[in-house]
């Protein structure tokens, strides 16, 4: 079975501290995302990696940046805290397509981490 | 963009009701469709999917077709248990836009079922 674990289920921060958010995969993804999840928003996607050192903006990268040194690990970082980023962060994972086209796999999530920014 | 919408909830059933979540969907290409669930505390869990037109996805007795002549993906159950209570999200990716699989995402409908 597909393994996505995330550091923390719940977390409290306070405004402006530097925030860091872990997920790993053990089925060797090539593919990872980090979303949040906010009530009657659904999931929307902050960044996503489709390989090591590599990453791209999602639709909300406003405040947030990301790091993978290593394939089975993917960082989510708040720069600088505030209340609006409280919110449920969910992190997935998927295989790349076929012959380096576009993906089409499922995404397998983690539990989530609940972030509370006072 | 993409877009995914589905039908506003909460949805409250009995026991053994028929269940119908509806969802529509606004893709440019050929996209596939996904129901994701979540229960209460976890992470989201893949329901079902189906990856071109007029396939029907299947599992724990939930079922949905893919039709794209009226661009929907509806999910279904005959016959719900308390143990179905959970969010449920609708979702499509769109391989043909972005290059990664991007998934995008329903609002999301709280099923809740009374015995």
């Known amino acids: 079975d597909v393994k996505v674990t995330q550091s923390s289920r719940y977390l409290v921060k306070r405004t402006g501290e530097k925030v860091f958010l872990e997920c790993v995969q053990d089925?060797?993804?090539?593919?990872m995302f980090w979303y949040r999840q906010d009530p009657g928003l659904g999931l929307r996607l902050i960044y996503f990696?489709?390989?090591?050192?590599?990453?791209e903006k999602g639709d909300i990268p406003e405040g947030y940046s990301v790091s993978r040194e290593k394939k089975e690990r993917f960082s989510l970082i708040l720069e600088s805290a505030s209340t609006n980023q409280t919110s449920m962060y969910l992190c997935a994972s998927s295989f790349p397509g076929l012959a380096g086209g576009p993906s089409t796999d499922t995404q397998y999530f983690g539990p989530g981490t609940r972030l509370t920014v006072l | 963009g993409d877009s995914v919408t589905q039908m506003e909830g909460p949805v409250t059933l009995s026991e053994e009701a028929f269940l119908t979540i509806n969802c529509t969907y606004t893709?440019?290409?050929?996209?596939?469709l996904f129901w994701y669930v979540q229960y209460p505390g976890e992470g989201l869990q893949l329901l079902l999917k189906a990856t071109k037109a007029d396939d029907k996805g299947s599992n724990k007795g939930f079922e949905a077709t893919y039709r794209k002549e009226t661009t929907s993906f509806h999910l279904e159950k005959g016959s719900v248990q308390v143990s179905d209570s959970a969010v449920y999200f609708c979702a499509l990716l769109n391989a043909g836009g972005t290059s990664y699989g991007k998934l995008t995402f329903g609002q999301g409908t709280i099923l809740t079922v009374h015995p």
């Open positions: 990696s489709y390989d090591v050192k590599m990453k």
């Open positions: 089925m060797d993804h090539e593919n």
């Open positions: 893709a440019t290409g050929y996209p596939s």
